[in-house]
């Protein structure tokens, strides 16, 4: 393991290399590049942030110059494909024990390229204690920020970037942890800080909100108060920080072992049975430590640890439920100090907040309610850049994610589960918004199964991408034929994504609400983070290749039938077109075995009518009606999918008079079509119809990107210009094709127009679960209530 750096006593960077279970260099990632930096230091966490630019390689596709070799055109590829390097923005934030904090800023100095920067930005107490100390080793200006901005900052970030960011804590759930769905419009709010005592703040806009109450009943006072009841030993003048936070763990861990009703006096002690009369329940706390005042006897530290933490979380959950009321809110996020991660905190104060609101006030929880106020001082500091014009998103093959803390979980076990926390954010090239077309956005959830509360399913889709690890492997290795260290590389990649696979199996809540969707999604940032921008890439070259010389045919052949012969054919043609997915074992399988099996083989697999979910009748009827003004489609695969399935259906539509916005990935993810290789295919496929030529001319058909690389579909996190053009052209259809986009997610997607949804099932498993069978079809057409 490297060395951390020097320290001054000569001791800190021995424990650091010692305690922790990544390499340095594995922590400060590419701080080489790192360009701004900013720092939280609280009485014994320390949080730092920086900003880098990361280099990776990214394939990109360029029409061939045909120019004198029309003879040779239809012998080679459609396109050609370069590996190029790219520079993109990242964010870092790194938590630590304030144990490490001087063999840290020791690491970062040795190893700190960029000499540009001049100042570090800091907040919390510890600014102004550590001030000394970060200019001596960095060589850095510190300028403190006012600690309630940062963490409004840092809240307004992780909520409008982090879709998973929230959740709420149900103690008799499995697991605990009850993720919400945010979306962009997040105002307004309550903040409730909960440090040594408690700051309640109204959160009205990014850059308005006001400090409305607060109590000096806090943490402080369950630390020093539980100290005294518990006779636990008050701490040396100087303890070493890391003591600091397991005494404090100690106390709650007191309290998860203890009985409150032995210390409290309850409301049946009061009544007796005549509590009933009242409407009350027995078990309600009358009197917090009431029973100390008459019993005669000795009271165990347990109970009464436990009855404070009751009494101090009631006081905080009845002032911030008063505050919610008076303002008219219903959001109340808790953060600070005394939450951090705790269960039997997050217990209490979530009973307290539904008792005193009636169940009409929400206590939510934060991901990484630790980083807010490092977020937030970073985002001051880089104010003149404008970080919160862009959109970010989680980098799930560089963050640690949410980790389990058991009650009965003790400090020293607690301290060993992790000694340092990552969090990646990477910048996206442009914002992401919701689609105007939804129903309801604050109500919208993308996917359709939640394997948080599946158990089964979970099981079988963790076993799942695990047997397929071996096939990735593979594939990502071939597509680098020329490279010495693809192999090494790719082994790497299988170890990341094979320990993120283990720790969801433990932690299935880690990195929010788990689905089929958060598992390719972490499947494709590994594989990026090892350099393998794209391995299908050469596999979708040769297929739309081949499609390409097949298009005339098949749309002569569509041509030839009767009208509604035609709209069944297009349809089958488009079902069929989406059994070639390599993402699907079932296919790949057959794909790898088979090179004739085509276009033809595929129909002659799909279920045959009526199908598993079967309007086709409704939209043949609707078919019959005057045309659409403009529809909006979801692309899936490349090849014969986008080519002989999606193509034909778009040139029936415009034949109609409808215009079409084709939306496909910005980015790559296993053989799904990316934006810039439509824009080819569609090209090649002007140069072969005049009803595609005439419609890219005229800007009836329109290509955009929609902002992911992801083989399923979020629709409130789509492209900017994406959203804008569907309300430009006023769509009213969407089609959205595919397993990944129409059944992971989607399916039950509540939208204001008409909408498609088509896909075929080429998963035994869930083929049986949703009552079918492979290659059973999904044709489902709705139609908004008026």
């Not at 055109?73 to 370069?82: F, K, L, M, N």
Request: net charge negative.
């Amino acid at each position: 393991m490297a060395e951390c750096g020097a320290s001054g006593s000569g001791s800190s960077g021995d424990s650091l290399d010692k305690s922790i279970t990544l390499p340095p260099d594995e922590i400060f990632r590419n701080l080489e590049n790192a360009k701004r930096f900013a720092i939280d230091i609280g009485g014994s966490l320390t949080k730092l942030a920086y900003y880098s630019t990361v280099q990776h390689k990214v394939a990109k596709v360029r029409s061939f110059d045909h120019s004198g070799k029309d003879t040779e055109r239809e012998h080679e590829p459609p396109y050609e494909i370069s590996v190029q390097e790219e520079i993109t923005a990242r964010l870092h934030f790194i938590k630590f024990e304030n144990t490490y904090i001087e063999a840290c800023l020791d690491f970062i100095k040795d190893h700190l390229v960029n000499t540009e920067t001049k100042v570090i930005q800091a907040t919390g107490g510890g600014a102004y204690k550590f001030k000394d100390l970060i200019e001596e080793k960095l060589r850095l200006k510190v300028d403190k920020e006012d600690v309630m901005t940062c963490l409004i900052k840092g809240c307004n970030f992780v909520l409008k970037n982090i879709p998973h960011e929230a959740f709420v804590y149900q103690k008799d759930s499995d697991p605990e942890f009850r993720f919400q769905t945010n979306h962009p419009h997040i105002f307004p709010y309550l903040l409730v800080n909960i440090g040594s005592g408690v700051s309640i703040v109204k959160v009205e806009t990014e850059d308005r909100f006001e400090w409305v109450g607060g109590s000096s009943i806090g943490g402080g006072t369950f630390w020093g108060l539980g100290a005294l009841l518990t006779k636990t030993k008050l701490l040396a003048p100087h303890p070493p920080p890391r003591r600091v936070l397991q005494k404090f763990d100690e106390l709650l861990h007191l309290a998860s072992r203890g009985q409150h009703s032995n210390v409290d006096m309850l409301v049946r002690d009061v009544y007796g049975g005549a509590h009933q009369t009242l409407g009350l329940s027995g078990n309600l706390i009358a009197s917090s430590f009431g029973k100390s005042a008459t019993a005669d006897q000795e009271f165990s530290k347990e109970d009464m640890a436990k009855s404070l933490l009751h009494m101090i979380s009631n006081d905080i959950g009845q002032l911030a439920c008063l505050h919610a009321r008076l303002h008219s809110l219903d959001r109340v996020y808790f953060g600070g100090f005394f939450i951090r991660g705790h269960p039997v905190t997050m217990r209490t104060i979530t009973y307290s907040i539904n008792f005193f609101s009636k169940g009409e006030v929400q206590a939510l929880f934060l991901r990484h309610e630790g980083y807010l106020g490092a977020i937030g001082a970073f985002l001051k500091g880089a104010e003149q850049d404008n970080p919160n014009q862009y959109s970010w998103g989680e980098n799930y093959a560089g963050s640690s994610g949410l980790m389990s803390a058991s009650p009965e979980l003790g400090p020293a076990q607690r301290a060993r589960s992790g000694t340092f926390d990552l969090l990646e954010m990477d910048r996206l090239e442009r914002p992401l918004v919701d689609l105007p077309l939804l129903l309801d956005p604050p109500s919208y959830v993308p996917d359709t199964v939640d394997l948080t509360d599946d158990a089964l399913a979970r099981k079988y889709w963790l076993t799942c991408f695990e047997e397929a690890l071996d096939g990735v492997v593979k594939r990502a290795v071939a597509s680098q034929p020329d490279s010495v260290d693809a192999a090494e590389r790719a082994e790497k990649f299988r170890q990341k994504y094979w320990n993120k696979l283990q720790t969801l199996r433990q932690q299935p809540f880690a990195y929010g609400t788990l689905t089929v969707r958060s598992l390719l999604d972490t499947r494709e940032h590994c594989l990026n983070e090892f350099n393998f921008p794209d391995p299908y890439s050469k596999v979708k070259q040769r297929e739309n290749g081949v499609a390409l010389r097949c298009f005339p045919g098949v749309v002569r052949s569509l041509d030839a039938l009767g009208w509604e012969e035609r709209q069944l054919a297009l349809v089958k043609g488009l079902l069929a077109g989406n059994v070639f997915d390599w993402g699907a074992k079932a296919v790949s399988a057959v794909l790898e075995s088979d090179p004739y099996f085509g276009f033809e083989e595929a129909k002659r697999k799909l279920q045959e009518r009526p199908w598993l979910v079967d309007s086709y009748s409704e939209w043949l009827q609707r078919l019959k009606g005057p045309p659409h003004k403009c529809a909006l489609i979801f692309a899936d695969n490349s090849g014969i999918d986008i080519i002989l399935g999606v193509f034909p259906f778009v040139r029936e539509l415009l034949l109609r008079g409808t215009e079409v916005i084709l939306a496909c990935n910005s980015g790559p993810a296993l053989n799904d079509v990316t934006h810039s290789e439509s824009l080819i295919v569609a090209e090649r496929i002007a140069g072969m119809d005049p009803v595609v030529h005439s419609a890219l001319q005229e800007e009836r058909l329109l290509l955009v990107q929609t902002g992911s690389s992801s083989p399923c579909l979020d629709l409130s996190r789509l492209d900017k210009g994406l959203a804008a053009l569907v309300r430009e052209r006023g769509a009213d259809l969407v089609v959205i094709e595919g397993m990944g986009r129409a059944v992971h997610t989607n399916y039950h997607a509540a939208l204001r127009c008409e909408s498609l949804k088509l896909a075929v099932i080429k998963n035994a498993w869930l083929a049986e679960r949703l009552g079918g069978r492979l290659f059973s079809v999904i044709f489902k057409y709705e139609v908004p209530a008026e």
